[in-house]
Each structure stands twice: as structure tokens, then as C-alpha cells.
T-cell receptor, first 115, second 114 residues
Framework: GDSVTQMEGPVTLSEEAFLTINCTYTATGYPSLFWYVQYPGEGLQLLLK???ADDKGSNKGFEATYRKETTSFHLEKGSVQVSDSAVYFC??????????????WGLGTSLAVNP | EAGVVQSPRYKIIEKKQPVAFWCNPISGHNTLYWYLQNLGQGPELLIR????????DSQLPKDRFSAERLKGVDSTLKIQPAELGDSAVYLC????????????FGPGTRLLVL
């Protein structure tokens, strides 16, 4: 079945450091891919998405490129801020899943950015 | 545009008591989801509605959990009786129902069962 694997945390960085959170997936078709972010005490927010191969999603300085050849959707940011401290979830939606269509979630990666 | 609204935000109850959570999705969204999220983990789908029909409730513990979406808009999730292990955050999300659609989440209800 479909699955999402993302790097384990916690990840601790200093402000202005470069961030990469790896995410790889398995799916039978051509899924849509998402990164959600959850700030402390809040609900999940969509950070960015990509719906087809080679698409790049971007938002708030974060980017992720849908790589079908490597089945990956790694999240990157060139210079993190303290306010980026949160838990990041990679997820996929498989349009071929029919009535079982739902988001498949990674386990989440906790990011702490120190000033 | 208003987002997904959930209430209450927090609930503390004693075990064996009933509890109910309410969700109002984004206007026009046909699909509504209830998730459970334990601390430090990702969301786990409990039930998905397409309009008023529950199309995926395979993960809903039906002995104690129930849900309804009578008019295809608001939804209520109920637990009766609650157990200690039900302490978690209960998230509601909605989407347009199109293929590859984005799910938009509410702030969640944090439940503590004592």
C-alpha cells in the first residue's frame, strides 16, 4: 500500500541555517504530495503542495520538488528562523485509491530553531 | 473566508463519561474528516464523510465512538463512554472533494480523560 517515510527528528538548528527534511513515498499511481506544519498548540496548516512530477511547491521561504524518479518530496529552506520551530508532516493523496482516498501521513519531524 | 471551526478547544472529563466534539467545515466543502492525533504522532483518520454519507469509517472504534453529519454540513463526533486512552487531540478537516484536494484543518479539540 501507499506509504510516506520522513526523516526522524528532532532536528535542532541555529537561526539562518539551511534546512532539509527528507520525505520519500511509495504509491501505485501519481499522488499529490503535501507538507503540513503544526506550530505548538495549534492545528495542522498546509505549507505547500505539488500535484505532478517536477512541480515545485513553495511558501514562506520553504520549497519542495516532486521527484518521481527518486519518489521524494524533500522540504528545504535556505535560512530558518526561530518562528519556524514546529512539527512538519509529509503526506500524500493517491487519486487511484478510489473510495479509500485519504491522506497518508509521515510520522512528523520536529524542528527546533535556536536564536 | 472562515476556516474550519471546532469546539470546544479543550475538554477534561472523567473516565466513563460521554463527550462530544463539534465541527463546522469550510463553506462549500463536501468532504469532512475526523482525525485523532496522539502526542508526537501524525493524524490517524477516524472517519470521512462525503456530504452526509460516511464513506470510510473503517478506523472508527464503533463500540464507543459515533459520528454524524445529518445535513451534510456540521458534524459531531461522540465518545461514550470515554476511556483513559482516548486522551488525544481530535482534529476535523474539510476539503472540496476533488482529486488531489487540499485538506484544511481546524484547531482541534484537546481531550483529557482522568
Amino acid at each position: 500500500g501507499d506509504s510516506v517515510t520522513q526523516m526522524e527528528g528532532p532536528v535542532t538548528l541555529s537561526e539562518e541555517a539551511f534546512l532539509t527534511i527528507n520525505c520519500t513515498y511509495t504509491a501505485t499511481g501519481y499522488p499529490s504530495l503535501f507538507w503540513y506544519v503544526q506550530y505548538p498548540g495549534e492545528g495542522l496548516q498546509l505549507l505547500l503542495k505539488a500535484t505532478k512530477a517536477d512541480d515545485k511547491g513553495s511558501n514562506k521561504g520553504f520549497e519542495a520538488t516532486y521527484r518521481k524518479e527518486t519518489t521524494s518530496f524533500h522540504l528545504e529552506k535556505g535560512s530558518v528562523q526561530v518562528s519556524d520551530s514546529a512539527v512538519y508532516f509529509c503526506a500524500l493523496s493517491d487519486p487511484n485509491a478510489g473510495n479509500n482516498r485519504k491522506l497518508i501521513w509521515g510520522l512528523g519531524t520536529s524542528l527546533a530553531v535556536n536564536p | 473566508e472562515a476556516g474550519v471551526v471546532q469546539s470546544p478547544r479543550y475538554k477534561i472529563i472523567e473516565k466513563k463519561q460521554p463527550v462530544a466534539f463539534w465541527c463546522n467545515p469550510i463553506s462549500g466543502h463536501n468532504t469532512l474528516y475526523w482525525y485523532l492525533q496522539n502526542l508526537g504522532q501524525g493524524p490517524e483518520l477516524l472517519i470521512r464523510y462525503e456530504n452526509e454519507e460516511a464513506v470510510d469509517d473503517s478506523q472508527l472504534p464503533k463500540d464507543r465512538f459515533s459520528a454524524e453529519r445529518l445535513k451534510g454540513v456540521d458534524s459531531t463526533l461522540k465518545i461514550q463512554p470515554a476511556e483513559l486512552g482516548d486522551s488525544a487531540v481530535y482534529l476535523c478537516a474539510s476539503s472540496s472533494g476533488l482529486v488531489g484536494e487540499t485538506q484544511y484543518f481546524g484547531p482541534g479539540t484537546r481531550l483529557l480523560v482522568l
